[in-house]
């Protein structure tokens, strides 16, 4: 098909060089970059109000972000057996599972929202929110959990364009999503422009008006590509080989990601109970360490691409050493970033607050990044490295027995019974990235991943990237 090929030699992942990685490696991280500016926009500006409101946003925020990462299950499973698919050069295939994904991603997104509206306050009383937190918590989860389908949608649209090489242009639609974000923050939370002062809840009605635009945005620019062949049946109809391929994936790499987040969330319910300043504190800290690992996942995320194809292909001495320069480069910048946040980190947390406490523990989180994101950047890259490749069930299992079985007992005890309060909670969970990190390299450095391909490629033809 002469379209698919003009778009496969067109694109950055056609070659596995230093200079078409980064091509494809900077769009994605300015794009992450402008989303973590979107979710810090909402705490910084509610800041201003109080650190009651930062606190119950982030409160709420948590169940929002475990949701999301549950209904990443079709998003990623459907990136690696797309990229996969279009190294193998079936473009047929290719085609369907594009636009299976955004149906399906549609309706998990439909049964997600419908929960966290129905469940919203036995949600938050299982995180021992305080009784003045609550009204504000809720209202938050109701309307931005709501119309969460709304993101799926644009992380799943997004991801596709990602695959088929429109990384700039997910950059571009990025940039627009967090300017009117932005703007209409400034009008919702303090009320200019006639419209009254909603605090947290015009922070949500911000977040939900931006995710709307950037959706059909997206759903426009995907039914205008050349190399998609858009077949209505596709939305509504689902071929079982690829949703037990996707899901072969999706799952592993969901219950991942959820036993990460739900570890945190059991982390979160301990520092409820040191009070609203240690709840700030920690939302600060990590609303400042989200900037520390987010090139390291940019370069995670572009890697799975390349190693996607690259299986699909058959090319796995390739993907191998693509996987070792993508760690050594995160790594790299990963130690310049934290270094740069440990010099300065009381100005940046005086950004947020100016309370004596909030500065004093925000400091010394910011100070224990050394050894938690440098043990991130190794899980980031390698975790994202082995999904891509089909091997997707031996990150679950390190991840149940480091971060259960490790850093979960070891966080209660360093915080709670040893008194040492947040500063606990960090080294438990920089113990359980290093832990985790050197067993998924011991893996890939096994090059047992090889046999996990789920597709291959298709028969008579030169396969290339």
């Known amino acids: 098909m002469e379209t698919k090929t003009e778009v496969t030699k067109a694109s950055p992942h056609t070659s596995t060089s230093s200079k078409q990685f980064w091509n494809l490696t900077w769009p994605i991280w300015i794009e992450m970059l402008l989303g973590l500016v979107m979710g810090n926009s909402d705490t910084l500006m509610l800041s201003f109000l109080s650190d009651h409101a930062v606190a119950a946003v982030a409160l709420a925020n ?59 306050e036995p949600l938050l009383r299982l995180l021992h929110i305080a009784p003045e937190l609550m009204a504000d918590a809720s209202a938050y989860l109701l309307i931005v959990g709501g119309f969460l389908f709304l993101q799926s949608l644009v992380n799943g649209i997004s991801g596709v364009l990602k695959v088929y090489g429109h990384v700039r242009e997910a950059m571009l639609i990025s940039v627009g999503m967090n300017v009117l974000h932005i703007g209409t923050n400034m009008v919702m939370i303090f009320g200019m422009l006639g419209f009254p002062a909603m605090g947290v809840q015009g922070a949500a009605l911000s977040t939900v008006i931006s995710r709307l635009a950037a959706a059909v945005v997206l759903f426009i620019l995907l039914l205008k590509l050349r190399s998609l062949r858009l077949r209505w049946t596709s939305l509504v109809k689902f071929h079982l080989s690829d949703l037990r391929n996707m899901l072969k994936i999706g799952v592993p790499a969901a219950i991942e990601a959820f036993t990460y987040h739900l570890v945190q969330t059991a982390f979160l319910a301990f520092i409820s109970t040191m009070g609203t300043e240690a709840l700030a504190a920690r939302q600060y800290a990590m609303n400042i360490t989200m900037f520390i690992s987010v090139f390291g996942t940019a370069l995670g995320f572009a890697n799975s691409i390349l190693v996607g194809k690259l299986t699909g292909a058959g090319r796995y001495q390739e993907a191998y050493e693509q996987t070792r320069r993508s760690m050594s480069w995160s790594f790299m910048a990963a130690i310049v970033v934290i270094v740069l946040f440990i ?7 005086g950004l947020f607050s100016q309370n004596p406490l909030v500065l004093k523990w925000g400091g010394q989180l910011l100070m224990l990044n050394l050894l938690v994101e440098t043990g991130r950047v190794l899980n980031m890259n390698l975790v994202s490295a082995l999904n891509a490749a089909g091997d997707a069930k031996f990150p679950v299992w390190m991840g149940l027995i480091f971060m259960v079985g490790l850093s979960l007992p070891a966080g209660y005890g360093l915080a709670i019974s040893a008194g040492m309060g947040l500063v606990g909670i960090w080294i438990a969970t920089g113990l359980d990235e290093w832990l985790r990190g050197l067993a998924n390299l011991y893996r890939w450095n096994s090059r047992r991943w090889e046999s996990y391909t789920l597709v291959k490629q298709a028969q008579n033809r030169q396969t290339s990237l």
Do not use: K
């Open 343 to 349: 010099i300065f980190r009381h100005p940046l947390i």
């Open 62 to 120: 948590q169940y929002i972000m475990l949701a999301l990462l549950l209904m990443q299950v079709i998003a990623t499973g459907t990136q690696v057996v797309l990229s996969q698919y279009l190294g193998a050069r079936r473009w047929e295939e290719s085609d369907r599972i594009t636009f299976s994904c955004i149906s399906l991603n549609v309706l998990a997104g439909g049964l997600f929202s419908l929960i966290l509206v129905i469940a919203r």
